[in-house]
């Protein structure tokens, strides 16, 4: 969606893959980074997966994700979580969120006014049937 890139271009600087913890993987995600990683689930999941009862996520190494290094290197089997990253309800509904992250993220729009922002957001979410806060 070209509206989209009004409001949000990633440059993979890595801030978000930042901190000591990661998402959580779903099914989905779990087989889509199995099959962009190249190797079996079981050697996915020693490798990179950090698993508690039915909790799996991605590991952390050196206050990261164990992904990210000069940008990520699973792009294309992310999470959905990571992939839906900042462009997140929560942002519609708090402007006081919308200002962080827009102040730590240089993906998002510097130029653009919160107003035009959430429209753009709001309609690129019911687009993809993405729940609005």
């Known amino acids: 969606m070209n ?8 440059t993979q600087c890595g ?3 930042q901190g000591q913890t990661t998402v959580s993987l779903n099914e989905e995600d ?5 099959k962009v990683l190249g190797k079996t689930r079981t050697e996915v999941a020693q490798e ?21 290094k000069d940008g990520c ?3 294309e089997g992310r999470p959905h979580r ?3 990253w900042p462009l997140v309800p929560a942002l519609l509904s708090d402007s006081a ?3 962080t992250i827009k102040e730590s993220c240089p993906g998002i729009n510097q130029e653009i006014n919160y107003e035009e922002f959430c429209r753009i957001l709001e309609v690129y979410l019911r687009i993809h049937n993405t729940v609005i806060c």
Do not use: S
């Not at 990179?48 to 990210?68: E, L, P, S």
């Open 82 to 84: 990571c992939a839906q």
């Open 30 to 34: 779990q087989k889509r980074m199995v």
């Open 48 to 68: 990179f997966w950090k698993i508690t009862d039915n909790i799996v996520q991605m590991k952390t190494v050196d206050g990261h994700c164990i992904f990210y």
């Open 73 to 75: 290197r699973v792009h």
């Open 97 to 99: 969120n919308y200002f």
């Open 3 to 10: 509206e989209l890139k009004k409001i949000f271009i990633c």
């Open 15 to 17: 801030f978000c893959c």
